[in-house]
């Protein structure tokens, strides 16, 4: 069965620092990835996506996540924050079938102190 | 090009009753799936929806449904509501196989 883990429920960085949320998946073929931001009160807005293409992808907000097989990871970076960046941060993850159906990790708050 | 929109944004219900929540998906995208989000569980798949039949099911209760309409419009429903079903529940819609979900910014329940 597919899972994500995401590391750490909370991430504190400074303004204009580096931001990096880290998320490993588990499953038996390469599937799709996707991170998403949610602002509170909000929806989850797609920040980017892997479907085997590049393994380096660059999304929206300057973030980009890289895809690495043999680490089982999809970490998403920026390389400066943002006050505007301060949200919850989803991975999850789709199986390359029929099914439009996402597992999500649990989530990683972004707190960016000024 | 409009979003996801979901109706009630915002409805408080009390433990036994049935509420009934609607979600209109993006023109054009025929998939539509609902997730539950609460604090302790995080995001939860409940069910989607494609052309009117259900193609996935999460692991809910039976008292968890939905169903989609020819315009691709869905709606769920929960009955006998329990205190453990106050949530956010999410709306996403869909075109591609690649699993790009949109998603609404969902009706807040709360049960009392």
Known sequence: ?114 | KAGVTQTPRYLIKTRGQQVTLSCSPISGHRSVSWYQQTPGQGLQFLFEYFSETQRNKGNFPGRFSGRQFSNSRSEMNVSTLELGDSALYLCASSVERTGELFFGEGSRLTVL
């Not at chain 1, 996707?34 to 085997?52: A, C, D, E, I, M």
């Not at chain 1, 999500?104 to 960016?112: E, H, Q």
Request: net charge positive; charged share 15%; aromatic share 12%.
């Open chain 1, 1 to 114: 069965a597919q899972s994500v883990t995401q590391l750490g429920s909370h991430v504190s960085v400074s303004e204009g620092a580096l931001v990096l949320l880290r998320c490993n998946y588990s499953s038996s073929v390469p599937p799709y990835l996707f991170w998403y931001v949610q602002y509170p009160n909000q929806g989850l807005q797609l920040l980017l996506k892997y479907t085997s293409a590049a393994t380096l992808v660059k999304g929206i907000n300057g973030f980009e996540a890289e895809f690495k097989k043999s680490e089982t990871s999809f970490h998403l970076t920026k390389p400066s924050a943002h006050m505007s960046d301060a949200a919850e941060y989803f991975c999850a993850v789709s199986g390359r079938d029929s099914s439009y159906k996402l597992i999500f990790g649990s989530g990683t708050r972004l707190l960016v102190r000024p």
